[in-house]
């Protein structure tokens, strides 16, 4: 259902005409999770028809336009208009403010990393040693959060949480584990390579501090995302687990 008058408690109204009123409300108040990290707004209702959906899309490509060309400070709704053609009371119609807008171009970009990963991840760790392996995973994952930092680095940054790339690959896959699971089936794979002593504990542990590490550096320290070291630090965190010697390569070159 469109709602066209439901201002915020920061909100203004503005008469659109006699019959109707738009919230102009441009504030960026979260929601907050069970766990009470914050996670962005959801649309107000998704497409349902051709010319919707074309609407719909092109309030998501002007606002990436924006982001990607004019930064973040840039962003309001007033400017989504005017690069898309889409009347402020239609995009209102849609979502409630900017987050909302945002979070659909940050869900689209996390979509298409993962249905990558599910192409790329099985056909690579057959072919490349344990540690190469492991340097593919890790690169993959700084690189996503790296790119979402440049993006928007203060919305990404408070809903990190939300942008969890092993969360979103485990809701894909259907399967709360999933993400560990790739980790044991690599482990398994290069055994003859690297004898382990329990695959399924070393796959927890890796997956999850690994997990842990990347998001709350994204959330204290996003200066580490981009760093060699830090990927280095990384990967020696996995092989410390797999009880082997730290890797002499940077995890950007082959080993």
């Known amino acids: 259902t469109a709602v066209f008058a439901i ?6 109204i ?30 107000r209702k998704l497409p349902q028809q051709s010319r919707s959906r074309i609407l719909y899309d092109s309030i998501k490509q002007a606002c990436l336009m924006i982001l990607e060309t004019e930064g973040p400070k840039a962003l309001a709704v007033t400017r989504i208009s005017e690069l898309s053609g889409v009347a402020m ?24 990393n993962i249905e990558l990963a599910q192409k790329r991840v099985g056909e ?35 809903f990190y949480q939300t942008f969890d790339l092993q969360r979103w690959f485990n809701i894909k896959e259907g ?7 790739v980790i044991r089936e690599i ?21 999850q501090a690994h997990r842990g590490t990347i998001l709350d550096a994204v959330k204290y320290h ?14 020696n965190m996995a092989l410390a687990v797999l009880h082997l010697p730290p890797a002499d390569c940077k995890p950007q070159a082959s080993c």
């Open 89 to 112: 009371g239609s995009i209102y119609q849609y979502f409630p403010n900017v987050d909302a807008i945002v979070a659909t171009v940050y869900e689209d970009r996390i979509l298409a």
């Open 14 to 43: 503005r008469k659109h005409n006699k019959h109707q009123a738009i919230a102009v409300t441009e504030d960026r108040n979260p929601l907050l999770n069970d766990d009470g990290s914050q996670s962005p707004p959801k649309p």
């Open 175 to 181: 399967d709360p584990l999933a993400s560990i699971r």
């Open 187 to 207: 482990l398994e794979a290069h055994q003859d390579e690297h004898p382990m002593q329990d695959v399924e504990m070393e796959a927890f542990v890796i997956t």
């Open 222 to 235: 996003p200066e580490y995302i981009g760093k060699p070291e830090f990927a280095q630090t990384l990967l």
């Open 124 to 158: 690579r760790y057959r072919d490349q040693t344990l540690t190469q392996s492991l340097i593919y995973l890790i690169k993959g994952t700084l690189t996503f959060h790296q790119e979402m930092l440049a993006l928007d680095e203060d919305f990404h940054r408070r």
């Open 7 to 12: 201002p915020g408690p920061c909100g203004r």
